[in-house]
């Protein structure tokens, strides 16, 4: 008897682990969900489980596209607008790659398949719960944060809901900058990272005071199969209207017992249909 109870779950977790998990829900991260240090951000609780920088793993950008000339959030410098301010390739992938500062991004991708990439240096297992965050910037009068669509791995997109989100109390203390032309007479759409990383830019309102709000999705209702790894996402915006603006993004390293529990528990479910 024991044989066969253990045959069938392994096979039930073979079965289970080939399709996607049902729908879970998508987590509104507010006040209550994060910690922070001013503008840092120094951990994030979901489902009553806390991640700091040691389990969520920051993006590497690998695609750009953006919407409008406004494609980078900075710190606040102290200059006046179309001030022209130098920050070289690394420092500006640092806004999203490597700081936790909420005062800083990589804003307005365009509505196009490939308006902002990303890859994850640890893939990101899609266990039981929240995988991935995101904070995002949207004015303080507004009563919801920005929509988008999402795809991991190179999947179908979902539309995210403005709806979704939780508004922090944290207000950003940031300046716009403008991408500009080679000859620093005009301004240019970013239409590719290399334009991101490397062209002029000025300073286009020096004085960002919007809030941060913020989203966790669970892999499972992104199309992504039960106990996969996430290596890759991508965000557009989801209109003109509608251009998502990232502080933070980030996987969530799932802890030991949560991984095994996602296995464990579905095959016990399995188990019982079967009796």
Same mark, same amino acid.
């Given at each position: 008897m024991k044989t066969n109870i253990t045959n069938t779950i392994v096979a039930a977790s073979a079965f289970l682990l080939s399709a996607p998990f049902s729908h879970g829900a998508t987590v509104a991260l507010g006040t209550s969900s994060i910690v922070r240090s001013g503008s840092l951000l120094t951990s994030v609780t979901v489902n009553s489980t806390t991640y700091t920088s040691a389990t969520m793993v920051l993006p590497t950008i690998s695609a750009f596209a953006g919407g409008n000339s406004t494609t980078l959030l900075g710190p606040d410098s102290g200059q006046n607008n179309g001030t022209v301010i130098t920050y070289s390739a690394a420092q500006r992938r640092a806004f999203l790659e490597t700081d936790f500062d909420l005062n800083t991004?990589? %804003?307005? *991708? #365009? /509505?196009? /398949?490939? $308006?902002? &990439?990303? /890859?994850? @240096?640890? *893939?990101?297992?899609?266990?039981? $719960?929240?995988?991935?965050?995101?904070?995002e910037i949207a004015p303080t009068v507004d009563q919801l944060a920005d929509r988008f669509f999402i795809s991991f791995n190179g999947g179908s997109f979902f539309e995210v809901a403005g709806t979704a989100y939780g508004k922090t109390n944290f207000t950003t203390n940031s300046e716009t900058l403008d991408t500009r032309n080679a000859a620093d007479n005009g301004s240019i759409t970013a239409g590719t990272l290399n334009d991101l990383l490397t062209s002029n830019l000025r300073i286009q309102t020096n004085f960002i005071d919007q809030s941060v709000w913020g989203i966790g999705l669970d892999f499972s209702d992104y199309g992504v199969a039960a106990d996969a790894?996430? #290596? @890759?996402? /991508? %965000? !557009?915006?989801?209109?003109a209207s509608n !251009?998502?603006? +990232?502080?933070?993004?980030? $996987?969530?390293? *799932?802890? +030991? &017992?949560?991984?095994? @529990? #996602?296995?464990? $528990?579905?095959?016990?479910?399995?188990l019982r249909r079967k009796r």
């Open positions: 991004g990589i %804003i307005n *991708p #365009s /509505t196009a /398949t490939d $308006g902002l &990439s990303g /890859t994850f @240096s640890t *893939p990101i297992k899609n266990t039981l $719960g929240t995988n991935f965050v995101l904070f790894d996430v #290596s @890759s996402f /991508t %965000i !557009r915006a989801f209109d !251009r998502v603006d +990232p502080v933070f993004i980030a $996987g969530l390293i *799932p802890e +030991p &017992s949560v991984a095994l @529990s #996602s296995v464990l $528990g579905l095959a016990m479910i399995a």
